[in-house]
């Protein structure tokens, strides 16, 4: 299982993936820094996307291509040539994967077609990722999944039909190694759109482990999905965010996507798990906490009343829970004023 390698004590942390996409504007060295940078912001993995502009679309500029990107940060560009600018060059995998691996991270892609998952299964990657836009692609899935690796399905425009037929489809071919990602196809994503408890509810309804892939500003949705559970965070990653990238808008820089890791990382430990044992600290702590006391000077054969007994802060008498059962009753011994009430 992909998850494996990443367990705490008591539960696996959370995969923090950093996404290359076409962040390095085709400069070779530029996405070798943007795997290093990734690995000193804490990231646990980097993503590849594997297409050429032709395995995603064709060269066409009729209607149905035309206006595609129009209301969208690409807007004023040729379909195919914003592809042609920010698809990962096939020749870079090979030294792109040496280098994530290298640095300790994993390193896996998104295929686009059959023949990315071919020309991917040499590097041996541990998973496949299916973007949002492909989850309809129901080949392509097929096709990946029968590799034998975990299938990792971004949901974005997805119904909840197209999710249970991609897991379907996952299964049907022997794979039952699934994780799907709560995604907002928008580029950026409002945060009012987030609808991140749709993460629990996924994994409800399919019994897998659930991520989140991010496009919103900022690192509050990642806090909030590991709280609701999620086990893996993707965010499109970019050393500085003075370098200007088609996916740069929506990006976290090396300084941001530090401060998301260590704010996931302690949302982690602050989540814990569910248990009502007292640590140590609580068990000390519990000499703050309220009982019984002796409020006025009280003689042997003097009842308790509400007026010379009460509950108050510290905790070294009795528990206030026997207030009212010795209220009336005859002390048979001599308190001072001050002193816990203990018999």
């Known amino acids: 299982m992909f998850f494996n390698n990443f367990k705490t004590e008591e539960d696996r942390r959370s995969l923090i993936v950093a996404e290359l996409s076409a962040n390095h504007n085709q400069h070779f060295e530029l996405a070798v820094e943007i795997i290093r940078a990734a690995k000193r912001a804490g990231a646990d993995a980097v993503k590849l996307q594997t297409y050429t502009p032709d395995t995603i679309t064709?060269?066409?500029?009729?209607?149905?291509?035309?206006?595609?990107?129009?209301?969208?940060?690409?807007?004023?560009?040729?379909?195919?040539?914003?592809?042609?600018?920010?698809?990962?060059?096939?020749?870079?995998?090979?030294?792109?994967?040496?280098?994530?691996?290298?640095?300790?991270?994993?390193?896996?892609?998104?295929?686009?077609?059959k023949t990315a998952v071919d020309f991917l299964e040499q590097f041996n990657p541990p998973a496949y990722k299916i973007a949002s836009f492909e989850i309809r692609d129901i080949p392509l899935i097929e096709y990946a999944a029968s590799k034998g690796r975990t299938m990792i399905i971004s949901t974005g425009i997805a119904t909840l039909e197209d999710i249970q037929l991609a897991?379907?489809?996952?299964?049907?071919?022997?794979?039952n190694d699934i994780v799907l990602l709560k995604c907002?196809?928008?580029?950026?994503?409002?945060?009012?759109?987030?609808?991140?408890?749709?993460?629990s509810d996924l994994k409800k309804q399919f019994g897998v482990e659930i991520g989140l892939s991010d496009h919103t500003l900022g690192i509050v949705a990642?806090?909030?999905?590991?709280?609701?559970?999620?086990?893996?965070?993707?965010?499109?990653?970019?050393?500085?965010?003075?370098?200007?990238t088609p996916d740069a808008p929506f990006s976290l820089?090396?300084?941001?996507?530090?401060?998301?890791?260590?704010?996931?990382r302690e949302a982690?430990?602050?989540?814990?798990?569910?248990?009502?044992?007292?640590?140590?600290?609580?068990?000390?702590?519990?000499?703050?906490?309220?009982?019984l006391f002796?409020?006025?000077?009280?003689?042997?054969?003097?009842?308790?009343?509400?007026?010379?007994?009460?509950?108050?802060?510290?905790?070294?008498?009795?528990?206030?829970?026997?207030?009212?059962q010795i209220i009336g009753t005859l002390s048979k011994l001599d308190y001072k004023r001050g002193e816990p009430l203990i018999f």
Request: hydrophobic letters at 35%.
């Open 58 to 113: 064709i060269d066409c500029d009729n209607e149905y291509f035309r206006n595609l990107l129009k209301g969208t940060i690409w807007e004023g560009q040729k379909f195919y040539d914003l592809y042609k600018k920010s698809f990962t060059p096939w020749q870079w995998h090979k030294e792109l994967f040496r280098v994530a691996r290298e640095e300790g991270l994993i390193c896996f892609s998104s295929p686009f077609d």
């Open 167 to 175: 897991v379907k489809t996952c299964r049907d071919a022997g794979n």
């Open 184 to 199: 907002t196809s928008a580029y950026p994503a409002p945060l009012d759109e987030a609808n991140l408890l749709t993460i």
């Open 222 to 244: 990642p806090i909030v999905a590991v709280s609701l559970g999620a086990k893996m965070i993707e965010k499109h990653f970019v050393p500085d965010n003075s370098i200007k």
């Open 253 to 264: 820089d090396e300084k941001e996507f530090a401060a998301m890791v260590k704010a996931v």
């Open 268 to 291: 982690e430990q602050a989540l814990g798990s569910a248990r009502y044992e007292l640590s140590e600290s609580a068990i000390a702590g519990q000499k703050f906490g309220r009982s």
């Open 294 to 324: 002796v409020v006025k000077d009280i003689s042997a054969g003097e009842p308790f009343t509400e007026e010379n007994v009460r509950s108050l802060r510290p905790g070294l008498g009795m528990h206030p829970k026997y207030l009212k």
